[in-house]
């Protein structure tokens, strides 16, 4: 039976195996590989930070994803589709190897900020 989402490993675990989705992905691939070609290294630490945050309530993450997103809308458009396909591989990802009240916390939230996101980068 899967677990809960519990530790920092486990963090880093759903989100290595959500992005590895993501850069393969046809719908939303592109953004990462070739709008704005992403430096892994330093993007994943970030990522863990976020989530960590949201999920485990540490205080690791700085910064403003929003305005990273509003600056690649510049450069890409990103439409509703690609935020359905963001939040579609994180729910399958996350419910392949997850399940419990973080698990089901780490979708509610993922849904806010798909939702808001969009609602943002359509603004401009």
Do not use: C
Not at 49 to 54: C, K, L, Q, V, Y
Not at 72 to 78: D, E
Request: overall charge negative; proline content about 3%; charged content about 25%.
């Amino acid at each position: 039976m899967k677990g809960d989402i519990e530790s920092q490993k486990d963090i880093e675990f759903l989100v290595d195996s959500f992005y590895e989705k993501v850069r393969e992905n046809e719908e939303i691939g592109h953004f990462f590989n070739e709008v704005e070609p992403i430096d892994w290294s330093a993007h994943m630490p970030r990522m863990y930070a976020f989530w960590s945050d949201i999920l485990l309530g540490t205080s690791n993450f700085s910064g403003n994803p929003m305005t990273k997103h509003l600056g690649l809308n510049k450069l890409a458009k990103m439409e509703k589709k690609h935020f359905d396909e963001w939040l579609r591989l994180w729910e399958n990802n996350l419910s392949l190897h997850f399940n419990g009240p973080k698990a089901d916390e780490a979708l509610t939230r993922a849904k806010s900020i798909a939702s808001m996101m969009h609602f943002k980068v359509a603004q401009q």
